[in-house]
């Protein structure tokens, strides 16, 4: 079996998993908004659900439009992806493994769209205290740095883009 393929299946089905099984684990654990200090001023565990893109990015937009966009996007990104995959030399190991990894993420948070309507999102890395105030609706930074709240799934697609980056500059070098 060539390289290429051996990172597609072993990898993608290992962030799937990993996304999936800690996903699960929030939904049962912890309430819908409920934080959990791990580094306090730092980092949480939380759980918060992202109807949105990336960033929330359109999660105000109307439901009749959002659902289907989002999987017509999912569905034209991943036919892209097998395509680019199958024109991958079988020894190309940086560019397997972030297919691999962005097959695996996209995957999962497909997954929890088509089972939950939603994305769960768990962590949540911020500088500053989390506090929660009705008026801003739910829980905020006293000090106003926080990234979004993210996953597994998430994590694996932001390693595949670092390593697109890097790929490219490599391609370029060479």
């Given amino acids: 079996m060539p390289t290429k393929y051996k990172y597609l299946f072993t990898i993608a089905p290992l962030i799937i998993i990993a ?36 960033f929330g990015m359109l999660a105000g937009s109307h439901e009749g439009f959002r659902v289907p966009f989002f999987f017509i996007m999912a569905a034209i990104a991943f036919l892209f992806l097998i395509s680019y995959f199958r024109s991958l030399r079988a020894d190309d ?24 309507g939603s ?26 740095l926080e990234w979004p709240a993210f996953n597994v799934a998430d994590s694996a697609i932001s390693v595949a883009m670092v390593l697109l980056i890097i790929s490219s500059f490599r391609r370029k070098t060479t």
């Fill in 93 to 116: 190991h940086l560019q397997s493994l972030t297919l691999a990894l962005l097959f695996g993420g996209i995957i999962g948070n497909v997954i929890d769209r088509i089972r939950l």
């Fill in 119 to 144: 994305v769960v999102d768990f962590l949540c890395f911020h500088l500053g205290d989390r506090v929660f105030d009705m008026t801003m609706g739910g829980y905020h930074i006293s000090f106003p």
């Fill in 19 to 54: 996304d999936q099984v800690t996903k699960w684990l929030v939904v049962q654990r912890l309430s819908l908004g409920e934080a959990i200090p791990i580094i306090p001023v730092f980092f949480d565990l939380v759980h918060f659900r992202n109807t949105g893109a990336a």
